[in-house]
């Protein structure tokens, strides 16, 4: 895509903008050889559960053996200054939020997944997932999968993609990562994690005071919550 995708109506439900896809539920989806080239951006979102951008998926949700592949965004994206209270908030250069089971980012190819796009925000939500790949992971299993294994391997962030964060008012807490913003899942299931060959070029950076709570920072992986029957692994990055 070339064009640009902006909303500016207030919601009270979930809001999910993707370069490609906002919203994917279902099995075994791949997304392949799409670049997005056009800014993504959101405004006056009213109170919403929750709120993803992604440079080619918005959200991915309840699903499994999904993959994405040698994607690329060229495109910036921003959630702009509006006096809301987003419970969460997600931004990615590539998926904004995934809930997910066996989802993969990235193949064997080098650099086969690329961002390229500024992510900023200049919003107030609750809770903030930044990153240059994918903004948070939250590790669910199905009726048929006891254990979950998401990967992330031979992505890069490039060195013009930002990653920045100012209006501190209302958040308590949340992660900004070259690669992930966040990672976390339930402490009934059994989860593997697994970042591998990714390369983070750009500048990560929490702007500005105020913050009520946790905030965590990193090259790679911002928030990286490993409960007891949770591995997590972070190889040659």
């Not at 959101?42 to 309840?62: E, P």
């Not at 699903?63 to 910036?76: A, H, L, R, V």
């Not at 919003?123 to 009726?143: C, D, R």
Request: net charge neutral; aromatic share 6%; glycine share 14%.
């Amino acid at each position: 895509t070339k064009g640009s995708l902006k909303n500016s109506a207030p919601s009270t439900a979930e809001v999910f903008i993707g370069g490609c896809v906002g919203y994917i539920v279902g099995y075994n989806t791949n997304i392949s050889n799409f670049t997005n080239y056009g800014p993504i951006s959101l405004s006056k979102t009213a109170i919403c559960k929750t709120t993803a951008l992604g440079g080619v998926v918005g959200c991915v949700r309840q699903t499994t053996g999904n993959s994405i592949t040698k994607c690329k965004n060229y495109g910036k994206l921003s959630k702009e200054s509006y006096d809301s209270v987003e419970m969460l908030l997600y931004m990615g250069g590539i998926v904004g939020y995934a809930e997910s089971a066996n989802l993969t980012i990235g193949d064997d190819t080098a650099d086969g997944v690329v961002n390229y796009g500024a992510i900023e925000s200049n919003s107030k939500p609750k809770n903030i997932f930044l990153g240059g790949i994918i903004g948070g992971i939250y590790a669910v299993t199905t009726e048929t999968i006891a254990s979950v294994t998401n990967t992330i391997k031979n992505c890069k962030n490039d060195k013009d993609a930002t990653i920045s964060h100012d209006k501190w008012t209302n958040t308590n807490g949340g992660g900004m990562g070259g690669v992930l913003g966040c990672h976390s899942a339930d402490k009934t299931i059994t989860a593997v994690i697994n970042i591998e060959s990714c390369i983070n070029n750009a500048i990560v950076k929490k702007i500005g005071q105020g913050i009520q709570g946790d905030f965590h920072v990193a090259g790679i992986a911002g928030s990286f919550y490993t409960p007891t029957n949770v591995t997590g692994n972070i190889t040659s990055c």
